[in-house]
């Protein structure tokens, strides 16, 4: 096929078998360039000006939005605190609890394949019916939590725990991090399962114990898969917004606001699309920078 | 093998061009349905029913489509404006300048000369107050051609509700429920004292606290002074505006609010007060037909909103309510208005009432076995205030300071002086701009 291209290109003749290709490609470009290009191009054109999102009419402002959201939204910037909180304790916690469980597992311990199935019941879960299931765990009067503290007489301990300006973030992060883990456990077992198992017989035979094969094997050899996590695990995060609307709509004040909950709420009730169009790409270029560190420092650790 | 590729390619050129052709919206047809486009669950089987009794009447077909919940409903809608693809007819989600923005954009077409004026108009089938929710006077700040807009079908108030049992049980008068701040107050902690929780509401939708604050200070500084601190003449840090807030600091200190009050979604709150978990809320009318789904039982009825001051009236957000729009831009525009006033027609609006529980827009309207209850909250009618007929609307960011700063008074974190200090922040960036 590339003689008859190479040759089509130097006689300078047509050549269908070109052309087919090309149509071939032509529906996954359209696609890409209707949904993906022209909104991105839409968002940074709308993010200089001042609209309602339904008025005919767009005032020009320039830089006017993002000198505003980098040097006068307090609120803003609690958001994305928040949501790098809440990603700091899923990076560790959720893909450390991941990583633990799906090492257990590729272990072929009995009834893996159960285990695999219950970790993986969380994410398909909607966010709407897993917020609503722990409301209910997590309420000040009645809720199961409290319930089970003052149970086994740790009363002392209880609390509105969404309610609370020292609790809510956190428990909020709980909730996603219990939703999330499955995601981080199910690729960590394939990378798991896609290390050779000769190399860790030849390690014993060698005389390696576990800890040794684990940190001299393992860790070295899932670092790719190790930075996928994390990416998907800071993206996933970063965005996070279903949970929060069902369990505390950014409340009490602003500690549990999250960037996407205050781009729409720019939008609705704000009416203001210029201005969380200028958050979107101030938002994606926080993620872009993010992501990118990540990705450096994870080859710089292979490399090591 | 060549042909075969070429065949497949232009099929699939085919497809896509389709497809994109399809995403058009369909012109010229002979005979088009009306599409209605609504977010109520709740009501969407009563309104299926009248599109199908319809048919049978006129033979014309009207299609209701339900987007829930209503902030997806709300982005439809936006959506659907940006791109012109809106139903013929519709609702608008949100205040006054909403509806204003939608209006400015050639969406609403006005009612005004369809309505009429004087006995047998179809204007007189209304309650004033709800259809001066969709009326824009002349010379307005909206800068939108006087006229109505709209056409209210059904119409809520939001006041207070008290559990009668409950109150029965902490040894408060059954029919007489609290009338001043501090008898309020005084009945949460007796309610309290009997193992219940003295006050519920779904404070996390951060509107219900507006709804309360915004009456608070109607009742304290009288419609004049609420409105001068909406054009900016009167500053938030006002002793008036400083004594709201403090409201709800002795609401937080007298200690039998739901210790969950600002992160409980109102369905949630619903569920407290119907399962009488709770012996007071700050809920809508709409809450007769949640509560007759969720405990039938219940003993409950409506209160106004506890007096802070003196010198003006106690007011209750209300008059406003379920309102359907014409789209100016639609081809079907006559048979979208025709239906509406089918719809607004005693008959049917009865039917509504019996089928939805809901207050009426329709003066002469009256359903079959509704509770006397919902007569209780319509009689709540009177002093009703709501922003769509506010003189000046207030900045949705200012409002966002107001009631994140009323949650922080909920959770002890602030004080009503430092509440007061950042919603006038938040005022003076807005009036800056």
Redesign the interface.
Same mark, same amino acid.
């Given at each position: 096929m590339e003689q008859r291209a190479a040759q089509a290109k130097k006689t300078g003749s047509f050549n269908?078998?070109m052309?087919?290709?090309y149509?071939?490609v032509? !529906?996954a470009l359209?696609m890409f360039l209707i949904f993906n290009f022209y909104p991105y191009i839409q968002v940074f054109y709308l993010s200089v000006f001042?609209w309602?999102?339904?008025?005919?009419h767009k005032t020009f402002l320039w830089m006017a939005n993002y000198k505003d959201i980098l040097g006068?939204n307090p609120a803003w910037w609690k958001s994305m605190r928040n949501a790098a909180y809440v990603t700091g304790l899923a990076l560790t916690f959720q893909n450390g609890l991941a990583l633990v469980l799906a090492w257990l597992v590729d272990r072929d311990i009995r009834g893996g394949q159960i285990y695999r199935s219950i970790f993986f019941l969380p994410p398909i879960l909607s966010g709407i019916v897993v917020g609503l299931i722990w409301?209910w765990i997590?309420?000040?009067?009645?809720g199961l939590l409290n319930a089970v503290l003052i149970k086994i007489g740790l009363g002392d301990l209880t609390h509105?725990w969404?309610?609370?300006?020292s609790t809510?973030l956190t428990a909020l992060a709980v909730v996603h991090m219990w939703k999330g883990f499955g995601w981080g456990f199910i690729i960590l077992l394939a990378g798991l399962q896609g290390i050779p198992r000769e190399l860790y017989e030849a390690a014993r035979v060698d005389g390696a114990g576990e800890s040794r094969i684990f940190w001299k094997i393992t860790v070295p050899l899932m670092i790719p898969v190790f930075i996928l996590v994390s990416v998907l695990t800071v993206l996933g995060t970063m965005q996070m917004y279903d949970l929060v609307i069902?369990?505390?709509?950014?409340? !009490?004040?602003?500690h549990t606001e999250v960037p996407m909950k205050r781009i729409?709420?720019e939008?609705? !009730?704000?009416?203001r699309v210029g201005y969380a169009s200028a958050m979107g790409v101030v938002f994606g270029v926080v993620l872009l920078i993010v992501s990118v560190v990540q990705i450096q420092l994870s080859k710089w650790f292979k490399a090591e | 093998m060549?042909k075969l590729?070429?065949c497949?390619?232009?099929l699939?050129?085919v497809?896509?061009t389709s497809f994109?052709s399809s995403c058009k919206k369909s012109e010229g047809s002979g005979h088009q349905a009306v599409v209605v486009w609504h977010w109520m669950t709740d009501r969407d089987e009563a309104f299926q029913n009248l599109a199908q009794q319809y048919k049978q009447e006129t033979g014309k077909e009207v299609q209701f489509q339900l987007y829930a919940p209503s902030?997806v409903y709300?982005?439809k809608v936006?959506v659907g404006?940006?791109t012109d693809s809106l139903p013929d007819i519709y609702g608008v989600l949100?205040?006054a300048?909403?509806l204003a923005?939608?209006i400015?954009?050639?969406?609403v077409e006005n009612l005004t000369a369809r309505l009429g004026d004087g006995p047998g108009s179809w204007k007189s089938n209304f309650y004033d107050e709800a259809l001066n929710t969709t009326y824009f006077k002349p010379a307005n700040s909206f800068q939108v051609p006087e006229g109505f807009y709209g056409i209210p079908i059904d119409v809520t108030t939001i006041p207070f509700i008290y559990n009668k049992r409950l109150f029965k049980n902490a040894g408060l008068n059954p029919e007489k429920p609290p009338q001043t701040w501090d008898e309020f107050i005084a009945a949460g902690k007796a309610l309290k004292r009997t193992g219940v929780?003295g006050f519920v509401s779904g404070w996390?939708?951060?509107w219900l606290i507006y709804s309360l604050a915004t009456d608070l200070a109607h009742n304290l500084m009288g419609e004049a002074k609420v409105m001068a601190t909406h054009a900016g003449t009167v500053p938030y840090t006002d002793p008036d505006w400083v004594a709201v807030f403090t409201a709800f600091e002795k609401l937080q200190k007298a200690g039998f609010i739901?210790?969950?009050?600002?992160?409980?979604?109102n369905k949630?709150a619903e569920q407290a007060f119907s399962q009488e978990?709770s012996g007071m809320t700050f809920n809508g009318s709409w809450a007769v037909n949640v509560y007759s789904g969720m405990n039938p039982k219940l003993d409950y009825a409506p209160f106004r909103p506890p007096q802070l001051g003196t010198k003006f009236p106690q007011t209750v957000w209300g008059g406003a309510g379920t309102v359907f729009l014409v789209n100016a831009k639609s081809q079907v525009k006559d048979d979208a208005i025709a239906f509406l006033k089918w719809m607004s027609d005693k008959k049917q609006a009865s039917y509504l009432i019996t089928a939805t529980k809901n207050l009426s827009a329709v003066k002469d309207a009256s359903g079959d076995g509704v509770a006397p209850v919902l007569k209780q909250f319509a009689d709540l009618m009177r002093n009703s205030i709501h922003p769509n007929r506010f003189a000046v609307s207030e900045d949705?960011?200012v409002q966002?300071a107001m009631t994140?700063?009323i949650?922080?008074i909920?959770?002890a974190?602030?004080t009503p002086a430092e509440v007061a200090a950042d919603v006038q922040k938040a005022k003076e960036?807005s009036k800056s701009?």
């Open positions: 269908w078998q052309a087919s290709n149509l071939f032509l !529906p359209a001042k309602n999102g339904i008025s005919m006068d409301n997590y309420q000040g009067d009645y509105a969404l309610a609370e300006s809510a069902v369990t505390t709509r950014g409340g !009490p004040g602003l729409l709420d939008i609705t !009730p704000g009416s | 060549r590729s070429l497949i390619a232009v699939g050129a497809v896509l994109l902030d709300s982005q936006r404006a940006q949100g205040d300048r909403d923005s939608f400015e954009a050639g969406h929780t996390a939708e951060t739901d210790p969950s009050l600002v992160t409980l979604g949630a978990r949705p960011r966002e994140k700063g949650q922080s909920l959770i974190e602030k960036k701009e």
